[in-house]
T-cell receptor, first 112, second 110 residues
């Protein structure tokens, strides 16, 4: 059975601190995505990681993919309150984003 | 840009009732999918379509039907609603490297 496991599931941190969210998966897929969801809202695409060693950065967020370890990380640098949200990783078991298997999400709260 | 439009946004059903959740996209995407999101869980794939006339089952298809008669529309049908189908439903369309999600339908079955 394909599993996508995120940890931690809940993270409360102070502004200005750094932290990393981990996403482990059990399939051989090399396509992994990170999404953000605000409460009561839809999902917003953050990063698309399509090969081993891929690294993408946007502002204070950086995502990486190690397909050999079946591990992706989402690193937050100098967190700010606006980054408070739930972050999901999703593995593509198809070939064009229509068969995504999702982690349970990491609820991130950043306190001023 | 409308993107992916889901209707209704909220719905309450009685057990045993049937209904259709509508999903339309205006981006001419080949691929469309339906997911459900339950508290504390990630999304789970219900059904997907790789083009008009072609659909297939995802992780949790039981109790749901889909059809894809046009590229734009991908409705999800609940045949006989059950309390276990209380959830938030998201429709997505995709092409290539990105999936675009609708705003969701919050369904409660009582």
């Amino acid at each position: 059975e394909l599993k996508v496991e995120q940890n931690p599931l809940f993270l409360s941190m102070q502004e200005g601190k750094n932290y990393t969210i981990y996403c482990n998966y059990s399939t051989t897929s090399d396509r992994l995505y990170w999404y953000r969801q605000d409460p009561g809202k839809s999902l917003e695409s953050l990063f698309v990681l399509l090969s081993n060693g891929a690294v993408k950065q946007e502002g204070r967020l950086m995502a990486s993919l190690d397909t050999k370890a079946r591990l992706s990380t989402l690193h937050i640098t100098a967190a700010v309150h606006d980054l408070s949200a739930t972050y999901f990783c999703a593995v593509d078991i198809g070939d064009s984003n229509y068969q995504l298997i999702w982690g349970a999400g990491t609820k991130l709260i950043i306190k001023p | 840009n409308a993107g992916v439009t889901q209707t209704p946004k909220f719905q309450v059903l009685k057990t045993g009732q049937s209904m259709t959740l509508q999903c339309a996209q205006d981006m001419n995407h080949e691929y469309m999918s339906w997911y459900r999101q339950d508290p504390g869980m990630g999304l789970r794939l219900i059904h997907y379509s790789v083009g008009a006339g072609i659909t297939d089952q995802g992780e949790v298809p039981n109790g749901y039907n889909v059809s894809r008669s046009t590229t734009e529309d991908f409705p999800l049908r609940l045949l006989s609603a059950a309390p276990s189908q209380t959830s938030v439903y998201f429709c997505a369309s995709s092409r290539g490297q990105r999936a675009f999600f609708g705003q969701g339908t919050r369904l409660t079955v009582v």
